[in-house]
């Protein structure tokens, strides 16, 4: 057990501390201000409290990290090829990346006018000589999505410069997406926004009508996330979206932030800093999806369109791009400052499969590992969004995964089956 000695030091400093300012300021570092729920004050960790089983890896025979790294991978980077006129050179990078992965060692990035150059040369550090399956499979995918910037160009002066490879794909997903309703209530807005993480360009592509049609719920704590919401909102708190795909996810993802911002909560959004995933949003992208709510023909829909406008521009919504949501790291290597940040928030949003699987490292935990076992080093309340899309689970009792597995054998990458889970500390 590696629990962090410092960290109660420092959490009992904190209790004096708090103890010693006037009530109102009390309030605010409670609800505005981190290490804090309605409930009370939570004893967090700066570190994770137990040793992480071994990470999910390509080289796991038979699993859908196996297949994402053999068959996936490659052609993800292909079909870059397709959708963009790259020049010569850019064509020439891009396909010799595809015949890198699986078996060429890893290397660092080398594209030096890269503003991520030497995070990446870190991050690739402890897997030279590994090839794409060796390396833990949330690296491989993360550095697999970099090595493509460096193949087109992204961060140099040129023609691919600062070029989204994905736009087309972008483009076309916004162009399909149609409305059905707008979320009526913040449960409605939670279930929307849960189950638009269903759409992901990077397993789904745009214009072949694959995505996963069912929805099973296989965690649910909505009555719970409603009740922690309301006692939020009462104390003007800040709420973080931690944002994923663009499409009809942003659209939904969007539509949640209209219902937080009209009952008086203070939005913070954190996008991309650069393509990734194929679907993940930058900012630009949520200003573009912004636009175009606010340009849609139903009156309804550009009304909520011309909220967030104002919203975005008084500060009300803020815009975020860490490099960490692209780097390879667990969440309990978040930088510092961002982890500083991030503990003023009074619930952390977090949108998607590749979020999950970074709060929890990546690893072979059991399934039914309670979250709390894992997540008392978060710096704020979690509240977890996510279709099953990789294998990777927490939370769920034995009788109940072996029941829903008999049901569906692809429960766990399907995206059929979401969670909506809750850690308030
Ligand atoms: O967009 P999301 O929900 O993060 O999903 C991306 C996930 O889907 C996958 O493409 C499945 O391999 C993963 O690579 C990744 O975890």
Redesign the pocket.
């Known amino acids: 057990m590696l629990i962090s000695t410092w960290g109660y030091a420092l959490d009992l400093l904190f209790s004096v501390l708090l103890a010693a300012l006037p009530p109102k300021e009390q309030k605010k570092k409670f609800f505005g201000g981190g290490c804090a729920t309605p409930a009370g004050r939570r004893n967090i960790m700066t570190h994770l409290p137990v040793t992480p089983p071994p990470p999910l890896r390509g080289a796991d025979i038979g699993s859908?990290a196996h297949d994402?790294v053999v068959r996936?991978m490659p052609a993800t980077v292909r079909r870059v090829l397709h959708e963009n006129s790259l020049s010569p050179e850019a064509t020439q990078a891009v396909l010799a990346l595809a015949e890198e992965i699986p078996h060429a060692p890893i290397r660092a990035p080398h594209d030096h006018s890269a503003p991520d150059l030497a995070l990446w040369e870190a991050y690739c550090a402890p897997y030279l000589g590994q090839n794409w399956l060796e390396v833990p499979w949330f690296f491989a995918?993360t550095a697999m999505y970099r090595r493509i910037l460096e193949a087109t160009g992204y961060f140099k002066p040129g023609s691919g410069f600062y070029v989204d490879p994905y736009a087309l794909q972008k483009r076309l997903a916004l162009e399909e997406f149609s409305f059905a309703s707008l979320p009526g209530d913040l449960a409605a807005a939670l279930a929307a926004s849960l189950w638009g993480?269903q759409a992901?360009l990077?397993?789904w592509p745009a214009g072949e009508n694959a995505t996963p049609g069912a929805t099973h719920i296989l965690a649910d704590d909505t009555p719970q996330v409603v009740a922690y919401l309301t006692e939020l909102i009462r104390h003007d708190a800040r709420v973080d979206l931690i944002l994923?795909?663009v499409g009809s996810e942003l659209v939904h993802d969007l539509l949640l932030a209209d219902h937080l911002l009209r009952h008086g909560l203070h939005l913070v959004m954190h996008a991309k800093p650069h393509p990734t995933?194929v679907?993940?949003a930058l900012v630009v992208d949520v200003q573009n999806t912004v636009g175009w709510l606010s340009q849609h023909q139903h009156a309804q829909v550009a009304a909520v369109g011309n909220h967030l406008l104002a919203a975005l521009a008084d500060g009300r919504i803020e815009l975020r791009d860490d490099w960490y949501w692209t780097s390879p790291l667990p969440g309990w290597e978040m930088p510092a400052a961002l982890r500083a940040d991030l503990s003023q928030s009074g619930l952390l949003i977090s949108k998607?499969?590749?979020?999950y699987?970074r709060w929890f490292g990546d690893c072979h935990w059991p399934t039914h590992t309670p979250l709390q076992h894992v997540l008392s080093y978060v710096p704020a309340p979690l509240l977890l969004l996510?279709?099953c899309?990789?294998e990777i689970v927490l939370g769920i009792e034995p009788e109940h995964s072996h029941a829903v597995a008999q049901q569906d054998a692809e429960w766990m990458?399907s995206g059929r089956w979401g969670v909506i889970q809750l850690w308030a500390g």
């Open positions: 859908f994402t996936r995918e993480n992901d990077s397993l994923d795909n995933f679907s993940d998607g499969d590749a979020n699987r996510r279709t899309k990789s990458t």
